[in-house]
């Protein structure tokens, strides 16, 4: 009797915390839109199709890798897509194009820079400055695409080095290298958060940042680093996605802020700080990257990709709002 009340008023059972994950359901809309999708269109299940969607979502999971440790600290970077735009500006500047000015891997290195740089600088405003993150990359994200605009003169840069081509169409194991990519990135920021002080100081510093310091953790440097890794996130996205097309347009990375933050929130990550996962926000990005393709076999209109993004925004910040006030309950 005494073990029922404890099961029932105490502790959870192991399946009924895992059940309250988000991204185990976002995992489990994501098999079940498969499924229904190869159901009624079998020729959606092909190897051909896994391998476009693998290819697509590479840079966005790398943005959002990172735009989850942003979040986790209560801030917020909707930068990233200017400033991959930014980048391949750059890039397409120094290394495309007949007579290119440098060669592939110093421009490619230059590129990365700007990004980390320009997080840097995000870093400083927000935390030496103390402006509000949400203000300070929402002027970057304005100003960045006004530079690269410039930069480009309104013209597309032509000219992509074989290299680069072999970089955005190659394969290896019969994956894209793009995704390799990919997740070694996703790796080695999951191996930081699950197992070294500085995943638990960025949580720390979400979770409770007026008692951080007590534990003697640095709010500043932490939240320099993961602005700067949100930079960094953005040059490497940006050596993955420019070169899938022969030419570098002006308009590249438009809107993919909105993506990142999307599948961030959606994949469980609390927008107030503290709480959220790298797995979650990566399911998220899978299931995301999956909406234009469905929309395509269903006959649905494009348009409709924005809408559905916009509606997961909002079921997301509502089921972190109703768990929140269930556990609230339960503590009285």
Known sequence: MTSLAVTTYGHRSPAARWLTRREVWVGLLFVLSVVAVGIARPSFLAYSNAYDLLTDIAPVVILAAAQTLVIVTGEIDISVGSLLGLSAAVMGLLCYGGHPVMPVLPAVCIAIGVGLAVGVLNGLLVTIGRVPSIIVTLGMLTMLRGITLLMMNGTNIEGRPHSLEVLAT????????????????????????????????????GSNPKA?????????????????????????????????????????????????????????????????????SLVAVLLLGLVPMVLTYIGAPAEWRMAIQGAFILLAVLADHVVRGHKTGEAE
């Open 170 to 205: 190659g394969s290896a194991l019969g994956l894209p290298i793009t995704i390799w990519i990919a997740a070694l990135f996703t790796l080695l920021c999951c191996g930081g958060v699950y197992f070294t002080p500085l995943g638990r100081r960025i949580y720390a510093v």
């Open 212 to 280: 951080a310091p007590l534990a003697g953790i640095s709010i500043t440097r932490i939240k320099l680093f993961v602005f700067a890794l949100s930079g960094f996130a953005a040059g490497v996205a940006a050596v993955l996605q420019v070169p899938r097309n022969s030419l570098v347009q002006s308009n590249v990375g438009i809107g993919m802020e909105l993506l990142v933050v999307t599948c961030v929130v959606v994949g469980g990550t609390s927008i107030s700080g503290g709480k959220g996962t790298i797995v979650g």
